[in-house]
């Protein structure tokens, strides 16, 4: 008997969804899942996505909630309430990051602050602000496996990102210059 759960998954054949995490995963039903995934997983789940790293999506029986299999350590645990929640045109929410500060001053880091930046040792640059840990969307190349990363447009068009450090604070490459509405330089 036809799973009635794949005419859904099916329209969404070659799309990417995205997790609550920012993490993109790739539908692909597999009526058939291989051995080793199914030995993990509940009799009657449908695998329906991977993210390339071998961990897959999948739902149970008579149930809504989307879980993950992580392949590493064979953990399976729930992912979002709905495969609607999967939608990448979804807003995604902020990290629980603590606020970060910029060395020194104990100025709080904030979207649209003025900046300039040493970067790669020698290049220098102004830009303002486009990614704030806790703040921001989160995206999982901005904060990932403990650290967390502030993104900087600089006024020439490139894009740097610096490391937030343990402590919560800004390397001294980046010196706050001010804040819109307050005066920028």
Do not use: C
Not at 52 to 74: A, K, N, Q, S, T
């Amino acid at each position: 008997m036809r799973d009635p759960r794949l005419s859904v998954l099916e329209g969404m054949k070659a799309a990417y969804l995205e997790g609550p995490d920012g993490q993109q995963w790739k539908v692909d039903v597999e009526e058939s899942p291989p051995a080793w995934l199914t030995r993990g997983l509940p009799d009657g789940a449908l695998v329906f996505a991977e993210n390339g790293y071998g961990d897959h999506l999948f739902l149970r029986p008579g149930r809504d909630e989307v879980f993950v299999f992580w392949h590493e350590g064979g953990e399976i645990a729930e992912y979002s309430a709905t495969v609607g929640d999967l939608r990448p045109d979804l807003p995604r929410r902020s990290s629980d990051h603590p606020p970060i500060t910029y060395r020194d001053t104990d100025e709080i880091v904030r979207l649209g602050d003025r900046v300039q930046i040493r970067y790669w040792l020698v290049l220098r640059g102004r830009g303002e602000v486009t990614y704030v840990p806790g703040v921001s969307p989160r995206k999982p190349g901005m904060e990932r496996d403990g650290l967390a990363w502030v993104g900087v447009r600089l006024d020439d068009g490139a894009w740097v990102a610096t490391i937030v450090l343990p402590d919560g604070s800004l390397k001294k490459s980046v010196r706050f210059l001010g804040r819109r509405g307050a005066g920028e330089p």
